[in-house]
T-cell receptor, first 116, second 112 residues
Framework: DAGVTQSPTHLIKTRGQQVTLRCSPK?????VSWYQQALGQGPQFIFQ???????QRGNFPDRFSGHQFPNYSSELNVNALLLGDSALYLCASSWTGTVAINYGYTFGSGTRLTVV | GNSVTQMEGPVTLSEEAFLTINCTYT??????LFWYVQYPGEGLQLLLKATKADDKGSNKGFEATYRKETTSFHLEKGSVQVSDSAVYFCALSFSNDYKLSFGAGTTVTVRA
């Protein structure tokens, strides 16, 4: 049973460009959350998607946007990239209605984005 | 706002040594507390959790007790193995919240 799959594994972009990261949730999961993990820091919550809509959002600018498809997979888009956007981006999937304390979150291995 | 503060690393230990990683939190209300572990090249995995004061979470020889009076959730293991080398994250969340709030992580290296 595949867990959470993220692509690509690594990515290098130039400042000002746009990037799209992809996530396929664990089988049976229908909710996807995205986190940003800067070097030496803990993951920071970006947003969560459920039923193809953004259900909760963290403290990130509008340059960060997302999408969820009918098959529950998700994309994270970042526009006008800044050097400070360099980080590991983690996707976590869960089952319908699971709040974080139900510990039903499964994390992927992440996409390492480098902005130069 | 809510936040988690972890003991800074890196921590280097010999096999069979005692491990403790300090974690304290600041929150309005009474969150649930978690320890997640990240092995090299892998995603985060839940290690243990506690949902109310005085609860003890345990798994794989690791333990942590929710101390409301000191707002702490320190992680301990009595005898570490090389396979315990990883980054450990303390985190919190609330019952009506979909997000986890993480600490900065503590890198632990266990030498044979």
């Amino acid at each position: 049973d595949a867990g959470v799959t993220q692509s690509p594994t690594h990515l290098i972009k130039t400042r000002g460009q746009q990037v799209t990261l992809r996530c396929s949730p664990k089988s049976g999961h229908d909710t996807v959350s995205w986190y940003q993990q800067a070097l030496g820091q803990g993951p920071q919550f970006i947003f969560q998607y459920y039923e193809e809509e953004e259900r909760q959002r963290g403290n990130f600018p509008d340059r960060f946007s997302g999408h969820q498809f009918p098959n529950y997979s998700s994309e994270l888009n970042v526009n006008a990239l800044l050097l400070g956007d360099s980080a590991l981006y983690l996707c976590a999937s869960s089952w319908t209605g699971t709040v974080a304390i139900n510990y039903g979150y499964t994390f992927g291995s992440g996409t390492r984005l480098t902005v130069v | 706002g809510n936040s988690v503060t972890q003991m800074e690393g890196p921590v280097t230990l010999s096999e069979e040594a005692f491990l403790t990683i300090n974690c304290t939190y600041t929150a309005t209300g009474y969150p649930s507390l978690f320890w997640y572990v990240q092995y090299p090249g892998e995603g985060l995995q839940l290690l243990l959790k506690a949902t109310k004061a005085d609860d003890k979470g345990s798994n794989k020889g690791f333990e942590a007790t929710y101390r409301k009076e000191t707002t702490s959730f320190h992680l301990e293991k009595g005898s570490v193995q090389v396979s315990d080398s990883a980054v450990y994250f303390c985190a919190l969340s609330f019952s009506n919240d979909y997000k986890l709030s993480f600490g900065a992580g503590t890198t632990v290296t266990v030498r044979a």
